[in-house]
């Protein structure tokens, strides 16, 4: 056995030094294609970068690179296999292969990819888009299979069946309470329950919306995976009558995509990732969105590095605050860990009423509905363990 551990640690330690390991033991056959791949991209033959690091060396032809992502999609899982595609592209500067067609089609996608791909489609040619468009639809609706059920459950329990009473419809009768309100009514010879009083729901009229969501979402190049999750995710939301969504992209400019919330993956391909940031603008613009104060819900989806007005965007926040509208300020929306951001203009906004704060696309569907129940949004981020505003 100790013989056992000592060799899977050599093995490992000859992995992780590559070329530069010299005789510290061969490798198999798997080994040996594990370590090429390694190699190929970040080098370790005679001569590794100062620190033990290895130096890129993959080349940068078709072949080559078809036969490194079969080995390394063959021999590491996914989540390596997305982390070396990502270094991949910044180390060896794979961009313009990532648009070719044969390529895109033989990659593991990832939200990462799509943010490549949305910030490259300006320059994507036309024999290529289709393909590119694939990937970002494998993503898409990957995202949606894991989150579109628990958000509209989560709007839908927050404020579609909001108010008891006790002469609901049939459709919104809650059989349950129901069932125990008349337990006393229990008929020992039938072995039934004679209901005498109904519980349910009252609701407004599925013809109008119950609340209004606005969604400001800052594309400088930072918020890339931000983007790809509001998208998806205001598109779900969108498919609801009780929720009329807006959704606004901004950087230097601001541009309303509600229209093309039907379909997230055109929605994508609309935005233009990069640029500056003026979020002042968007909050402007988002502002003048607003009919029913008390009914809406604004989400600033941003990293505060604002270009803008600073002072404005603060006088502007207060007043909606004031006005009634629920504001929350989501420092990103991604599973990135911990995000850089503008750490005294979170705080300053947190003050005036707008908790700000990284959320994970996992937690928004309760969030929102924290937020469409008119609750403390920054009490539920404190009990979630989220800091809030630091």
Same mark, same amino acid.
């Given at each position: ?21 010299? =005789? ?15 190699? %190929? ?60 067609? #044969?390529?895109?089609?033989?990659? #593991? ?15 994507? $040619? ?72 109904? +519980? ?17 979402? =800052? ?70 969105? +607003? ?14 590095? @604002? %270009? ?15 006005? %009634? ?18 750490? @005294? ?5 947190? #003050?005036?009423?707008? $908790?700000?704060?990284?959320?994970? $696309? ?12 008119? #609750? ?5 981020? @404190? ?8």
């Amino acid at each position: 056995m100790t013989l056992d551990v000592a060799g899977e640690r050599q093995r490992r330690w000859r992995l992780l030094l590559g070329g530069a390991a010299g =005789d510290l033991g061969s490798l198999g056959e798997d080994d040996q294609r594990r370590d090429a791949a390694l190699t %190929g991209l970040y080098g370790g033959g005679e001569a590794p970068d100062p620190g033990g690091k290895r130096s890129a060396g993959l080349s940068g032809s078709s072949p080559v690179l078809h036969r490194w992502l079969g080995d390394v999609r063959t021999y590491f899982p996914s989540s390596v296999v997305q982390v070396m595609q990502r270094d991949a592209v910044e180390r060896l500067g794979l961009r313009q292969l990532l648009l070719e067609p #044969e390529l895109l089609s033989s990659v #593991e996608p990832d939200v990462s990819l799509v943010g490549t791909l949305v910030s490259l489609s300006k320059a994507i $040619p036309e024999r290529t888009r289709e393909t590119a468009r694939a990937v970002v639809r494998k993503v898409v609706e990957d995202i949606e299979r894991k989150l579109a059920d628990r958000l509209l459950a989560a709007v839908h329990g927050a404020i579609d069946r909001s108010r008891r009473t006790s002469r609901p419809r049939l459709s919104d009768v809650d059989w349950n309470r129901t069932i125990r309100k008349n337990l006393r009514h229990y008929q020992p010879d039938q072995r039934t329950v004679v209901v005498q009083d109904l +519980v349910g729901n009252s609701r407004r009229s599925r013809q109008a919306s119950l609340r209004d969501v606005v969604l400001l979402v =800052d594309q400088s190049g930072s918020m890339a995976e931000s983007v790809v999750y509001s998208a998806v995710l205001g598109a779900s939301l969108a498919s609801l009558k009780a929720v009329d969504t807006k959704l606004v992209v901004f950087d230097t400019e601001v541009v309303d995509l509600t229209e093309q919330l039907k379909d997230p993956v055109d929605l994508l391909f609309s935005t233009q990732l990069g640029g500056g940031t003026d979020i002042n603008r968007a909050v402007a613009y988002g502002q003048s969105l +607003v009919r029913r104060p008390t009914d809406t819900v604004m989400v600033l989806i941003s990293d505060l590095y @604002e %270009g803008g007005v600073a002072r404005e965007l603060q006088r502007r926040v207060r007043e909606l605050v004031q006005s %009634g509208v629920v504001v929350v300020v989501l420092l990103a929306l991604s599973d990135s860990g911990t995000p850089s951001y503008d750490h @005294e203009l979170a705080a300053r906004l947190s #003050e005036l009423g707008a $908790p700000a704060f990284a959320c994970t $696309p996992d937690r928004f569907p309760d969030l929102l509905a924290t937020a469409l129940r008119r #609750e403390d949004v920054g009490a539920w981020a @404190e009990q979630s363990g989220i800091p809030v505003g630091r």
